[in-house]
C-alpha cells in the first residue's frame, strides 16, 4: 500500500472514531424529549419515581392544565423510601401515589388509579388508550422522568388509537448528566435501558400491537 492511501484509511479511520464518540456523547441528550404543553382531559402519571412524578402533576392541575389526575404504580424500594421522608407511612404505590397527590391539594374525586398492576411502559400506554376509549376523551399530559420521555413518546406513537394525544412532560428532579452519562454506572443503566427499549418499540412493537389488536376482536 502506498503511503497515500495509508494516510485516507488513517484519516477514515479518526473521523469514524471522532464520529463515534460525538453520537455516542449526543446519546444522553437524544433521549430526553419534551412536548409544549396544551390543555388536556387527564394529567397522567407513570409508575416510578415517586414523590416527584405526583408533585408535578399535581402542579399542574393546579395550573389548570387537566381537571383529572390519572395513576400507574408499579413499586420500587428507593422510591417508598422517599416517600417515607414525606412521613407517609409505607403503603402500596397506587394509594400511595393517590396521598402524595392529595397531600399536594388534588382533591380524591380528580384521580383515577388506571391499574395498581402495570408490568411496564407498554402496558401503561396501553391502560392510557384503553381508559381514553372508555371516557370519549383524546387528550393527555403524561408526566414521566427525563431519560424515559423519548421512549414515552416513541411507544404512545404506535400504541395510541386515532384521534387520541399525549404530551410527553418531564419531571425536574432526576440526577442525571446528559454529557457524560458514561461516567457513571447509573446513567450508563439508564442510557442503555432507553436504547434496548426503544429498539423494542420501533422493531418489535408493531408487529405485537397488531396481534393485540387482532386477538381483541375475537
Known sequence: MTLAPR??????????????LLILKGLGGWIIVSDPLEKADAIVVLGGNLPFRSAEAARLFHEGWATRVWITAPESASELEAVKNLGLAATPVDQLSVRVLEKYGVPGSAIRVLSPHAEDTVEEIRLIAAALTETGWSRVIIVTSPTH???????????????QRSFVHHIDRETFEPDRWWATERDRSRVMREISGLAFAWLVLPAASIMWRVSSTK
Request: aromatic share 14%.
Open 7 to 20: 494516510f485516507r484509511w488513517a484519516g477514515l479511520s479518526i473521523a469514524f472514531g471522532i464520529g463515534a
Open 149 to 163: 420521555t423519548r421512549r414515552v413518546r416513541a411507544i404512545w406513537r404506535i400504541l395510541a388509537r386515532r384521534g
